[in-house]
């Protein structure tokens, strides 16, 4: 029933029911006005009757003599006689007389008024005691039972206006409240969809959008589905606001709506989840797993878009999560899903699908750094040692250090992984210590055996910031007695450019103390040559992503070429690492690289294995690399 109909009706029912109840309390009061003025009436009759008697004759016979006479319809008396409790002969009211008389003899010797009932009729009646007597003369009045047709015959019009007057002005009020309940609901709910959605894309918002994750959760988890959850952040929001202006920003946001609408058509929920990032939400199944799910929508995103008269080409980045094998709370899905979108932008790639190893925050990564710091401190790591064989002399002339960490439970855990977790929890720091003692110790016991070798050790960008790194190298090469020339430390280009002066600085320091200093996966980042030129390094480390594929891809081979050329423009000696067939190797020694580092030669090892090998392959004869390899074993990691 429509809220105005149930309104009228309801003023209706209440106005109908004030009508009645004023009517009946209307009727009471009448009543009982009437029965007092009756019974004032009666009364008067009464006090009219002794003003006849005459004090100094008998007063029972007056009374008998008078009463009849003045008997009527409104007035039947009754003379009682108090001393005998007796109705006495003389007066015309007989019935139920023994009532009334033992309601007088109670109290005789003041006025008594009433009514009673007999059958179906009502009395009235007013009892008065005659003056200086024994007597009460009792006045009845049989109450007239068209009282209320009377009184309807009275109020009857008053009332029907007063009821019409009370309808009409019900039906109004209700009309009026109705109307204003309209609008108030109408404002809420735009207050509630305002509070839910976006504006200007009128997609659900940020917190619409966790309700409906958590609700579509429940429902998956029911059923025992899945659920992707996917980031899409726009790359190019900022620039069209701030070269196009917002209006422009505000269309480019409309037209991602509606590709992304069409794309998934309704397989799936899309929400504004703020600034330059949509969601979307959809039931992995067969097709649409969380490949193709990406490949859609990056798909989606590739024609061109027209903006007031500009052609622009927009990007967008995508993080993936999914339920359940990421997270099992709606706010736990979302916090992934920003993860790998976060992933995906500092890789620089197109999309990213939740892992644990890039999650800052997840409970097995900082399980896995309490277990790192524990392993540092007692001291659990290894370190192996990969040769590099020196082109120009025939040998290997030099290791580069490589830590390596066996986890009790987890087994081996690959030094990406857990150099990233040292570098971003400050574990680095101890963790170098320990490669550096562990490296220069090893480098001393070789050397005692005769085994002039030089060691690398691995540097990450935190170390330079590390102001004792260069005191603590030196002590270590005077403690070990080894020579500064025989530890070579590798930092990457992309570590020496995040604090270009810090490192000038600390690599200033290390070259003053006579160590040798490489660039490490050379090519990868952006350093500039002119930048390169002034620090004070002794080799080039090319990339192992291009050299593992120069033999059959002719950009990479053309790659290391220049760099090649370059480095020795530049006056520095290139290392080669990522060797892994002859092809390669031989045209690297025909480039002119200076040393080759690889699985061709042979992989990272541990100290005596690799020692076993240096004294079967006598490093410092002429042996081909090729005789070099007798010897290494085939389970290294
Ligand atoms: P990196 O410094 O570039 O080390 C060379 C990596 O290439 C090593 O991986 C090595 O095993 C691998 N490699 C060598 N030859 C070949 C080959 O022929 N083919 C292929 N596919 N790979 C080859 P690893 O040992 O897994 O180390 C990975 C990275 O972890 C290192 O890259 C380095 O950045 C870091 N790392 C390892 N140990 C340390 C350390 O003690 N300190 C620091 N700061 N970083 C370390
Ligand atoms: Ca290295
Ligand atoms: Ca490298």
Redesign the pocket.
């Known amino acids: 029933m429509p809220l105005r109909l149930k309104l009228i009706l309801s003023f209706i029912t209440i106005s109908l029911m004030v009508v009645s109840i004023f009517s009946v309390v209307a009727y009471i009061s009448a009543r009982e006005y009437t029965q007092h003025i009756e019974q004032v009436r009666l009364h008067k009759s009464n006090e009219h009757l002794f003003e006849m008697l005459d004090t100094s004759l008998p007063l029972l016979d007056q009374l008998q003599d008078i009463v009849p006479h003045h008997e009527n319809r409104d007035n039947v008396f009754s003379i009682i006689d108090i001393s005998q409790k007796k109705i006495l002969p003389g007066g015309g009211f007989n019935l139920g007389t023994h009532l009334l008389a033992d309601l007088l003899i109670q109290s005789s010797n003041k006025i008594q008024q009433g009514n009673f009932t007999i059958g179906e009729q009502e009395y009235l009646w007013s009892a008065d005691p005659v003056p200086d007597s024994q007597y009460i003369i009792a006045n009845t009045y049989l109450r007239d039972s068209s009282d209320i047709s009377t009184f309807f015959s009275y109020v009857g019009t008053p009332l029907s206006t007063t009821l019409f007057i009370s309808i009409w002005i019900s039906v109004w009020a209700a009309l009026l409240l109705a109307r204003l309940f309209r609008q108030i609901s109408e404002k809420n709910t735009l207050l509630e969809y305002q509070a839910s959605h976006d504006l200007l894309t009128r997609l659900p918002n940020r917190g619409a959008i966790g309700r409906s994750v958590q609700q579509e959760m429940e429902t998956a988890r029911a059923r025992n589905e899945e659920l992707v959850f996917c980031l899409v952040d726009i790359d190019a929001l900022k620039e069209v606001n701030d070269s196009l202006g917002h209006k422009s920003g505000d269309i480019l946001l409309d037209q991602v709506t509606q590709r992304l609408k069409r794309t998934l058509q309704d397989s799936g929920h899309i929400g504004r989840f703020g600034g330059n990032k949509f969601s979307v939400m959809i039931k992995r199944s067969e097709t649409d797993n969380a490949e193709s799910i990406c490949r859609k929508l990056l798909e989606s995103f590739e024609p061109i878009y027209e903006i007031n008269g500009h052609s622009l080409y927009v990007h967008a980045t995508l993080g993936i999560a999914i339920f359940p094998e990421h997270a099992n709370s709606a706010q736990e899905l979302i916090q992934k899903t920003e993860t790998a979108l976060h992933t995906a932008k500092k890789l620089v790639i197109d999309s990213s699908v939740y892992d644990v190893s890039q999650d800052n925050n997840s409970a097995e990564r900082l399980r896995l750094t309490h277990d790192l710091r524990n392993a540092i401190h007692n001291e659990e790591l290894q ?2 040692y ?1 040769p590099q064989f020196d082109v120009r002399r025939n040998e290997i002339g030099s290791v ?5 960490w066996i986890h009790p439970q987890q087994g081996f855990i ?3 992984t857990f ?1 990233e977790i ?2 971003h929890t400050g574990l ?1 720091q101890s ?2 210590d320990w ?1 550096l003692r562990t490296a220069i110790k090893q480098c001393a016991e070789w050397r005692d055996m005769g085994k002039y070798l030089t060691v690398s ?4 960008a935190r ?1 330079l910031h590390d102001e004792t790194l260069s005191s603590q190298i030196s002590n270590l090469l005077h403690y070990w007695d080894v020579s500064p020339g025989k530890l070579c430390l ?1 930092i ?1 280009e992309t570590a020496m450019m995040t604090n270009p002066a810090h490192a000038k600085k600390l690599l200033k320091e290390l070259d003053d103390l006579g160590v040798r200093l490489s660039i ?2 050379f090519g990868t980042g952006y350093s500039s040559l002119g930048y390169l030129k002034q620090l004070p390094v002794d080799e080039l ?1 090319i ?2 992503s291009f050299v ?1 594929n120069m033999a059959k891809d002719e950009s990479d081979a053309s790659i290391v070429r220049a760099t090649v050329s370059l480095a020795h423009d530049l006056g520095l000696e290139v290392v080669a ?4 067939d002859q092809v390669s190797q031989d045209e690297l020694s025909r480039l002119g690289c200076e040393y080759i ?4 030669i042979a ?2 090892m541990p100290h005596d294995e690799l020692t076993a090998m240096l004294i079967s392959t006598k490093v410092k004869n002429n042996t081909q690399a090729d005789e070099i390899l007798v010897g290494v074993q085939a389970n290294h ?1």
Not at 457 to 460: A, G, Q, Y
Not at 577 to 580: D, F, K
């Open positions: 370190l192996y990969q580069e250090a490589l830590a390596r690959p030094p990406d150099i040292a570098e680095i963790l170098t490669v050790v691995n540097l990450s170390n590798e990457t490490d996966d480390k990339d192992k593992l690492e990522g060797v892994e580092q690889g699985y061709h992989r990272p990691l």
